[in-house]
């Protein structure tokens, strides 16, 4: 690892200020970020720890939306985004329980991990990035595998997620990793169902748009059944071909669909 | 370069460490508890795990200025006050919970935060909290036929120790 200044503000102002510095790096829990320094994939010349901030640790009902602070690990999220039951059972079942007690949200979503869980659930269930300088809805924040609207130096201060009427998670999880090899996020609102895919595309998480269409109307696993997601764009490499990974999205978002409560 | 000051196992220490300093890497080689071992270094197999403000963490994957101010235990920590094998330590070797031994202390480590979140276990339960945890002897069915000896133990006593 290559060496680097280590700077801890206690406030979001801090810092911003502090990641002014163009080879300035946020460091959420590092679960992701600490193994790629470690490779020196990455060789920052500050790394800012968001670790300290009070402000963005934390768990709230506001009105119909939970919000969720960008430094709350996945721990405190599976424990106590009770009232977004299929959102806790997610975090839940990233990594492992040393991960779960250290990675966060706002890490993950900037990290935006083409295999990542929560990239799912916050495109399935249209959640609102919020960042020290603006909010973003999901739909226009996810730009491909590891790209994301974020500019430099912005931060992940919250995630608001509208809670559905139903939801469910489905992973196929790779053994050795334990992320996604394909992971399908199914929302049902009021106003209609939302399918979220990670894991899958070479593009990074996508909705399904065939697959709301058909459960907008009938919200069933038999409503999906002769669904097929196009291989083309797909991820293909040892653990899984194109055409296995879209067999998997019907078959997860079938499951998906059986089990949302 | 910037001082670190944390508790190690009930015992105030401070150093001097730089800002890649890896918490592993201050409890080995800074403090000389090389019970904490380093296995795959990729947070994958949770040979460091150590409880930082009794939360268990990869040693290897968090930076010791990071946890500035916090309380760590370690494996040596594990122990009874007066040196002889803890609770979870003694159903290891009871059980024959090691083989050659290398995964052992952050088998411990995870076997003791699963016991103070859940004090009874199924053997379900705990061969999904250990899911980070890696034997290399495969060795699994008396590491976890150990974690229930001592859940056992932990509960037929009216205070847990661990």
């Not at chain 1, 973003?136 to 931060?155: S, V």
């Not at chain 1, 067999?247 to 998906?256: F, K, N, P, Q, W």
């Not at chain 2, 002889?84 to 050659?100: E, K, M, P, R, W």
């Not at chain 2, 976890?144 to 009216?158: D, E, N």
């Amino acid at each position: 690892m290559y060496a680097f200044e280590f700077v801890k503000p206690a406030t979001i102002a801090e810092a911003v200020k502090a990641l002014a510095d163009e080879d300035a790096q946020a460091l959420g829990g590092g679960q992701t970020l600490i193994p790629t320094l470690k490779q020196r994939l990455a060789s920052p010349s500050a790394l800012v720890s968001l670790n300290g901030i009070a402000d963005l640790k934390g768990v709230a009902v506001e009105g119909r939306e939970l919000r969720i602070g960008g430094g709350t690990t996945h721990a405190t999220v599976a424990r106590e985004a009770r009232t977004y039951p299929a959102l806790a059972a997610l975090a839940g079942h990233i990594g492992d329980p040393a991960v779960r007690n250290r990675g966060t949200i706002g890490g993950s979503l900037a990290n935006n991990d083409p295999s990542a869980d929560y990239p799912a659930a916050a495109l399935a269930s249209g959640a609102t990035i919020v960042t020290n300088a603006r909010e973003i809805a999901a739909d226009d924040y996810f730009q491909g595998m590891f790209t994301t609207a974020l500019e430099p130096g912005e931060i992940i201060t919250a995630v608001r997620f509208p809670i559905p009427q139903k939801a469910n998670y489905q992973k196929f999880a790779q053994p050795a990793s334990r992320f996604a090899l394909v992971g399908v996020f199914v929302a049902k609102f009021a106003d209609g169902v939302r399918v979220a895919v990670t894991g899958a595309s070479e593009s990074g998480v996508f909705r399904w748009s065939e697959a709301e269409a058909a459960l907008g109307g009938n919200f069933s696993a038999d409503a999906v059944k002769g669904l097929k997601a196009d291989a083309d764009g797909m991820i293909g490499d040892l653990h899984g071909t194109p055409e296995y990974r879209a067999h998997l999205i019907g078959v997860l978002t079938a499951r998906a669909v059986a089990a949302a409560a | 370069m910037p001082k670190v000051s944390l508790k190690v196992n009930g015992r105030a220490v401070s150093r001097d460490v730089e800002g890649r300093t890896l918490l592993v890497e201050l409890l080995r080689d800074g403090l000389g508890l090389t019970g904490t071992h380093v296995g795959c270094d990729t947070s994958q197999c949770g040979a460091c795990v150590v409880h930082v403000d009794g939360v268990a963490l990869k040693s290897c994957t968090v930076f010791a200025s990071d946890i500035d101010g916090a309380e760590v235990r370690t494996i040596e920590g594990m122990a009874n006050p007066d040196g002889s094998l803890g609770v979870i330590q003694a159903a290891f070797q009871d059980n024959h919970g090691l083989q050659c031994g290398f995964c052992t202390p952050g088998m411990v480590m995870s076997a003791a935060a699963l016991l103070t979140e859940n004090p009874n276990p199924s053997e379900a339960e705990i061969r999904a909290y250990l899911e980070g945890n890696i034997c290399r002897c495969t060795g699994y069915h008396n590491i976890v036929k150990s974690i229930q000896a001592a859940a056992a133990q932990m509960s037929a006593r009216p205070v847990a120790a661990e």
